[in-house]
Nanobody, 122 residues
């Protein structure tokens, strides 16, 4: 069993930056490909970014490419989402996710964090 805890959310202005962290307990994070999702009010949860177990491969949804960076520090059991040039449309609850296996599959998630709110004002 893996427990994921996100932190780093908050209220910022458009153009600002935030770094979200996801810390795992219970198991070594390096065993899991990891990802970030978000859910805005009234919308379905959507994929944002993922990273493989070693950190060598990353994937992003088109709307965040060039602005967001996902990374991981397996020694610290933590995954990060650096968000730059934030826009009001980035406002959402951001969730950390882990999958048992070698690759990250967005519709086959095994563990979720509780989420952290990111609000971007215009």
């Amino acid at each position: 069993q893996v427990q994921l805890v996100e932190s780093g959310g908050g209220l910022v202005q458009a153009g600002d930056s935030l770094r979200l962290s996801c810390t795992a307990s219970g198991r070594t994070l390096s065993s899991y490909p990891m990802g970030w999702f978000r859910q805005a009010p009234g919308k379905e949860r959507e994929f944002v970014a993922s990273i493989n177990r070693s950190g060598g491969n990353t994937y992003y949804t088109d709307s965040v490419k060039g602005r967001f960076t996902v990374s991981r520090d397996n020694a610290k059991n933590t995954v990060y989402l650096q968000m730059n040039s934030l826009k009001p449309e980035d406002t959402a609850v951001y969730y950390c996710a882990a999958r048992v296996g070698t690759i990250f599959i967005t519709h086959d998630i095994d563990y979720w964090g509780q989420g952290t709110q990111v609000t971007v004002s215009s």
